[in-house]
């Protein structure tokens, strides 16, 4: 889910274990941070995090890497049977 915003809801959605992953997407170099008043989740409350800081080339290889650290992630906390 993209657009999440209260710190409530997604506290009860990771309970719910509605979502696998929170992926922070920073962009704090170009746009200023939100005011708590309309956004109250933080970048710690989140798994991951993705530079958005550059152009769309870079973002694109940060995404790459984010999937990759996902995936070998995943294959360490379940190893396959032998």
Known sequence: YCGLRNKREFFAM???????Y???VDRADHLPLESY???SIEQWMC???????GDLERLEKNVDVLIKT???????????ST
């Open 14 to 20: 990771q309970n719910e274990e509605i979502f696998d």
């Open 22 to 24: 929170a992926i922070w």
């Open 37 to 39: 008043k309309s956004m």
């Open 47 to 53: 798994d991951y995090t993705i530079d958005n800081n």
């Open 70 to 80: 996902i995936c070998k992630n995943q294959e360490s906390s379940h190893p396959a």
